[in-house]
Every structure is written in structure tokens, then in C-alpha cells.
């Protein structure tokens, strides 16, 4: 049987540089070799303060920038658009002890110092984990600060097997080899952010090519004026070669530069190249609504029908009719 992965993106923020070079190009390349299903995680937007209408423009944004950027061979759904996803994650709800969602990391972290913090963002978990099960996926493409979680989902479905009897595919968790570690060109020791970044260290997928020139010439570089590949001693420039280095198909070790200036010139014409075609291409989806609506309805449809039948099973497994 072929192999299924799933992953899914939060619409927290406009998609960057980095999320096409550090997941989603890696996703792209994972179709020729596995069922891939990806879904636009907006339920998981709704863990913290946001604003409506700001989370359904970069929602709808997400997924058409996902099939502009080639994986328009897989499944691409918005999560919300599948009421499967947040009844199972009830189900799994009531399979996961209160101790086991306070020592997620990330809870930890996001609800610290805070006065008001939304149940949602305890019980968040137990919806990824139904993201990953839903699909009885056998693969999970996932980070470092993502492992906890599955480490979670598969606590939670061998538990559920164990206490209803076999329901759930077990997943493991996949661990890409280290792409591209983008970082911010303000900041280059953080890592570039979609929601936490700076704006004017950010370069953002749909950057005009003169925003994205400016941000890189204005990059923050390192004392000196040698240009070599030193995270450690260099990150600045060390930051520009990994970005020119992905985006023209170079190896980092073959690059070789003068000066600061130059570097950075070839990055952005390089960066605007890259961008490109993923900018004409979502130009042209988000110019037909009614197509661009078509495309992502039906493939909650067949997300919906996939599911239907470990829905089925959960329920009759935890004694619901």
C-alpha cells in the first residue's frame, strides 16, 4: 500500500521564505512517493486572540499559495471545512488525561504570564492528534518543537486501542533530512517567523520583487568584510549564502564572493527568481473565485469521504450508536 503522510499549516500569518524552503518544498518532492494530505490548520488559529475576517483572508491565502506551489498533486483541504476533524477530536478528548495537556511544551510557553488563556489552547493536542489519525496516515513530516505532539497522538491511539479495541493506524513520526534553515536578515540568529518575525526581516511569498530586494540589501551582515559560510562566527552572511544557495541550486561550498555588496545582490535576484513562478501562479488561481472555491470544496469533500469510515469506527469502538 502507498505510503500516506499528512501535515498541516497554521494561517497565523503570511507564508514566508522560509516555510517554502524548510517544509514545503520538501512536501512538494514527498509526492512522488507517498499519498500526501495537507490541510490549512485554521481551527488551530482560534487558540488566541484573532481577528475574523484576518484569519479567513490568510486561511484562503494559505491554501492557494499551497497549490501555487506545486502540491496540487495532494489532498489540500481547509481543516474547518471537515466537521470530522473536531469530532474526533472530542473522542480523543476523552482519552487523554488533564496532566498530559498542561506538560505540552508549547502550552507551557504560549499561556505563560498570560491572564486569559482559552481552554482551546489546552485542548489544541487532541485536535492535532485527530488531524494525524483522521487520515490513518502512516508518516508525520514533522519538526523538532512538533515532536511532543506526535509523541501525543500516538499515546493517544494506542490507548484508545487498548481501552476500545483496535481503531487507530499507530503513526510514526518523519523526520526530513535538515533543508533549508532560513533565518531572519534583522535578527539572523532567529529563525525567520510567519507570526513572530519582523516585517522587514520576513520575506514573505508574495513579496513584490522591489520589497524583496530592499529587505535583503538592507540585511544585517557581521563585523569584517569576509565573506564565508560561519553560522557560528558569521550568521548574517552565513544567512544569505543558505538563502542563495536554495534558491539558484548552488551549493554553499561553490559560492564565492568579494564583498558583502554582491552577495547580497545575487541573493534577492536569486530569492526574486524562486518567487516567481509561485507568484504568476497564485495571481492566476485567486483571479477565478469561483474555481479557486471549486478546487478547495471538493478536496473537503474527499477528505470528508477518506474519513468517514474511521469516524464510524471511533464511535461504535467508544459506545456511542
Known sequence: MTKRVFSAFKPTGHLTLGNLLGAILPAVQLQDEADCVYAVADLHALTVRHDPERLRARTR??????????????LVYVQSQVPAH???????????????????????????????????????????????LLHRVQSVPVGEDQRQHVELTRDLALRFNRLYGETFTVPEALHPQVAARVMDLTAPTSKMGKSDGS???????????????????????????????????KPGVSNLLTLLAACSGQ???????????????????????????????????????????????????????????????????IGLP
Open 199 to 233: 516585517a522587514a526581516g520576513t520575506l514573505y511569498l508574495l513579496d513584490p520583487p522591489a520589497d524583496v530586494r530592499r529587505k535583503i540589501m538592507r540585511a544585517v551582515t557581521d563585523s569584517g568584510s569576509e565573506v564565508r559560510y560561519d553560522p557560528r562566527e
Open 61 to 74: 491565502e494559505a491554501a492557494t499559495l499551497l497549490l501555487a506551489c506545486g502540491l496540487d498533486r495532494s
Open 86 to 132: 473536531t469530532e474526533l477530536a472530542y473522542l480523543l478528548e476523552s482519552t487523554a488525561y488533564f496532566g498530559e495537556m498542561r506538560r505540552m511544551i508549547q502550552f507551557k510557553e504560549k499561556s505563560a504570564g498570560q491572564e486569559e488563556v482559552r481552554l482551546s489552547l489546552l485542548t489544541y493536542p487532541a485536535l492535532m492528534a485527530a488531524d494525524i
Open 251 to 317: 551549493p554553499v561550498g561553490s559560492l564565492a564572493y568579494e564583498s558583502y555588496g554582491a552577495l547580497k545582490r545575487d541573493t534577492a535576484e536569486a530569492v526574486v527568481e524562486r518567487l516567481r513562478p509561485i507568484q504568476e501562479r497564485h495571481a492566476e488561481l485567486s483571479a477565478d473565485q469561483a474555481e479557486l472555491s471549486r478546487l478547495l470544496a471538493a478536496g473537503a469533500a474527499q477528505a470528508a469521504e477518506r474519513s468517514a469510515g474511521l469516524v464510524a469506527a471511533a464511535r461504535q469502538a
